[in-house]
């Protein structure tokens, strides 16, 4: 992975790891659920983030280079392409 991009994508980890444990105590408190739907959304946004980081990594490194190399470009594209399908189902 890309030094800066890897550094980014491991504090977000972090942060999610202690949102998770956050939204578990609110749980186990039986918090008010708007408030335990709000720390599930920024959980949400916060996978988001994590996913844009990594997929960033993965074009700049992994596409980038099999479009360089002799590989079958439709391949990448088909790749790159049902990740968007996986995502589009899950809205």
């Given amino acids: 992975m890309i030094s800066d991009i890897k550094q980014r994508a491991l504090h977000r980890a ?4 202690g949102q998770m444990r956050g939204i578990q105590k609110m749980i186990e408190n039986e ?4 408030d ?3 720390q ?3 959980i949400q946004k916060s996978i988001s983030s994590l996913n844009k980081l990594i997929l ?4 700049r490194t992994h596409v ?3 479009f360089n190399s ?3 470009d439709e391949e990448i594209i088909a790749e790159l392409l049902s990740l968007y399908e996986l995502n589009v189902k899950g809205k």
């Fill in 14 to 17: 972090k942060i999610l790891e």
């Fill in 36 to 38: 335990i739907l709000t």
């Fill in 64 to 66: 980038r280079d099999s």
């Fill in 56 to 59: 960033e990594n993965h074009i």
């Fill in 31 to 34: 918090d008010y659920c708007m």
């Fill in 40 to 42: 599930s959304l920024a």
């Fill in 70 to 72: 002799d590989k079958d």
